[in-house]
């Protein structure tokens, strides 16, 4: 084992962790734990080629991992037991040409999303999902 191959791991780690840290970035924290199975590895007494491998493969697995959660969105954004307002009506005025619009709801303005089947259409809207502060909405058929 090689002083030098742990402590270049370790400082990669810390200079991940520092970079996610300042950008907000959640794949670097990702990459941190790859650079920490390759000090690991070096931990082990392993040479470098296993020591690149840990990392590559580590990181690699859990970027992937976590871009495939984060395509499928958070599931409590379209629970019910959760988010009360799911299923209710509100009406819609008009959309912009990206598919958003701004509605009121409970007394306040929000903000509007079309995700229902077709091209978005002033009328009546069912909430399907919540995202964060942003009603995700089909269009109720009549």
């Known amino acids: ?43 082990a007494g392993l040479g470098l ?15 992937g991992l976590w871009h495939l959660r984060r395509r499928r969105g958070p599931p409590q954004a379209r629970d019910q037991n959760l988010h009360l307002d799911i299923g209710e009506h509100v009406q819609v005025e008009r959309w912009d040409a990206q598919g958003q619009a701004q509605v009121r709801y409970r007394g306040a303005a929000w903000q509007a999303r079309h995700v229902g089947p077709g091209a978005p259409a002033p009328g009546e809207h069912r909430i399907r999902a919540i995202d964060g502060n942003r009603l995700l909405l089909e269009r109720v058929a009549h």
């Open 1 to 43: 084992m090689d002083p030098s191959d742990v402590t270049l791991w370790w400082l990669a780690t810390a200079a991940l962790v520092l970079a996610e840290l300042a950008s907000g970035t959640f794949y670097l924290l990702m990459l941190a734990l790859g650079a920490m199975a390759g000090a690991l590895a070096a931990h």
């Open 49 to 63: 080629a296993p020591q690149l491998l840990a990392a590559a493969l580590v990181g690699s697995a859990t970027v």
